[in-house]
C-alpha cells in the first residue's frame, strides 16, 4: 500500500534521490550529465529544479510506502499560471552548475528551448517529469501518481501536455487519454513524443481543484501498469 500527497519542502532532496534513480538511463539526460557520479549529479539538478521552479510555482505529488513512509515515486507538475521565480532560479545557479558543469549549462538552455518551442499555446497542465524508485516498478506506482492529478485537472476541465522519449511509457499516457501530436527533434540521440491530452468534455461537479491533490491510499495490487519514468525531460526552468 502506499499514498499519493503533495510534498512539502522537507521532502524535496528525497524526491530529487527518486527522480534521479529512475532517469539514470534516460537518454536525454545523459546528453546532459554523465560520468561515474552521474546519479549524484543528476539528484543535484533535480533537487536545483524543485527548489527552483515546482515548489514554489508548481505542483510536486509524492508516492510514500504506508510501512516506513519512503517515497516510492514522485510527480512533478507545472500549473497552466506558473510563473518561475528569476531570484529562485539564481539562488540555485551554484547548485545547475555543480550538476552540469560549465559546458553542460549552455546544452541544458538550448534543451529548454527545443522543448519550448513545442509547448502549445492554450492553457494546459504540464507533466514535468514523473519517475519511480527501483523498488517500486511495476507495482503501479507511476499509473497512480498520473490518475490522480488527472483527476484533479479533469475536475477542471483543463487539458494536459507531456514529452515521453520512452515508447513503452507512451502506451500508459495513450490509456490515459494523451496522443502523440509532434515528434520534437533537435535534441541527439532521441526524438521524444510531444503528447496532449484533451481537457473533459464536461468537468463533473466536484469541490475538488486542480490544484491541490489530497492524501489518497492505493494498493500496489490494484494497478500493474508499470512506471513512468521520463514524461517532461529535465531542463532547468
Known amino acids: ?125 504540464y507533466l514535468a517529469q514523473i519517475g519511480v524508485g527501483d523498488g517500486a516498478r511495476g507495482a503501479g506506482v507511476g499509473g497512480a501518481l498520473l490518475e490522480s492529478r488527472l483527476r484533479a485537472v ?11 522519449s520512452n515508447e513503452r511509457n507512451r502506451a500508459l499516457y495513450r490509456r490515459s487519454g494523451f496522443r502523440s501530436i509532434a515528434s520534437i527533434t533537435g535534441i541527439p540521440g532521441v526524438t521524444p513524443a510531444a503528447m496532449w491530452r484533451d481537457a473533459a468534455r464536461s468537468a463533473p461537479a466536484s469541490t475538488v481543484s486542480a490544484s491541490t491533490v489530497s492524501a489518497s491510499t492505493v494498493s500496489a495490487s490494484t494497478d500493474r501498469r508499470g512506471s513512468a519514468v521520463d514524461a517532461g525531460l529535465p531542463s532547468p526552468a
Do not use: K, N
Not at 529562485?88 to 547548485?95: E, G, H, K, T, Y
Not at 553542460?104 to 494546459?124: D, F, K, S, Y
Not at 479533469?154 to 515521453?164: I, N, Q
Open 1 to 125: 500500500m502506499f499514498t499519493i500527497a503533495p510534498a512539502s519542502p522537507a521532502d524535496l532532496e528525497e524526491a530529487a534521490a527518486v527522480l534521479a534513480t529512475a532517469f539514470r538511463q534516460d537518454t536525454v539526460t545523459s546528453t546532459l550529465v554523465s560520468g561515474s557520479d552521474r546519479e549524484r549529479r543528476l539528484a543535484l539538478l533535480f533537487e536545483a529544479m524543485l527548489c527552483s521552479g515546482a515548489a514554489s510555482s508548481g505542483r510536486v505529488d509524492l508516492a510514500r510506502r504506508d510501512a516506513d513512509g519512503v517515497v516510492l515515486g514522485v510527480a512533478v507538475w507545472e500549473t497552466p499560471d506558473a510563473r518561475h521565480s528569476v531570484l529562485d532560479q539564481v539562488r540555485q545557479l551554484p547548485r545547475f552548475a555543480r550538476a552540469l558543469g560549465l559546458r553542460g549549462l549552455p546544452r541544458a538552455m538550448h534543451l529548454q528551448r527545443t522543448l519550448a518551442l513545442h509547448r502549445p499555446v492554450e492553457p494546459h497542465w
Open 154 to 164: 479533469d475536475a477542471a476541465g483543463l487539458p494536459v501536455y507531456l514529452e515521453s
